[in-house]
């Protein structure tokens, strides 16, 4: 799910392609430590506050865009972990109330297709997807750089064992 795509997002960014420091940002920064016991073996540290500098870069889920709108100077990245999420979250429905109800009709019916895509959001420069389901909808909308990052297998879910014994038809 989407908290565990993010932290395994910055741990990759630290191991893997060695970002000099990665540290996750959580909206909750009074709790005294926020990381949930599942993310705790990615080994990733934490920021109370986020330092709005041009040599930062923070990324965020797209559920959440709005809550850093006060950030000028911090380069911005979203990542897109869902259309649903997008359109149907609380900050969406803040916002535009009136289309966030349809959008929550249209999802019942299971269209795909939502009302509200915000134009400021083609001023970030740095889209991320897990799908291209999601690049091509960002595309459509006017999005010209969305960047599909392969998702990887968790090795706890490779380790799991299926019973067949436990199928219930």
């Given amino acids: ?13 630290r191991d893997l392609y060695k970002v000099k420091q990665v540290v996750m940002y959580y909206l909750d920064p009074k709790n005294e430590n926020p990381i949930a016991a599942p993310y705790e073996r990615y080994g990733l ?3 109370r506050e986020i330092e709005d500098d041009e040599k930062n870069v923070i990324i965020i889920p797209e559920i959440n865009i709005h809550r ?24 969406f429905f803040r ?15 299971k269209s795909q297709h939502y009302l509200g895509f915000e134009r400021e959001l083609k001023k970030i420069p740095y ?8 690049a091509d ?3 459509k909308r006017g999005i010209t750089n969305p960047f ?3 998702n990887h297998i968790d090795p706890i879910a490779l380790a799991q064992t299926y ?3 436990l199928k219930k038809d």
């Fill in 127 to 134: 889209h991320l997807t897990l799908s291209y389901y999601v």
């Fill in 45 to 47: 540290d934490f920021a």
């Fill in 68 to 91: 850093f709108s006060n950030l000028h100077h911090i380069k911005k990245m979203i990542f897109w972990l869902s259309v649903d999420n997008y359109y149907l979250s609380g900050e």
């Fill in 137 to 139: 909808h960002l595309r």
């Fill in 148 to 150: 599909c990052i392969v």
């Fill in 163 to 165: 019973d067949p014994a």
């Fill in 95 to 109: 916002r535009h109330p009136l289309m966030g109800r349809i959008n929550k009709l249209l999802f019942l019916l």
């Fill in 1 to 13: 799910g989407g908290p565990r795509d993010l932290h395994k997002l910055a741990y990759d960014l």
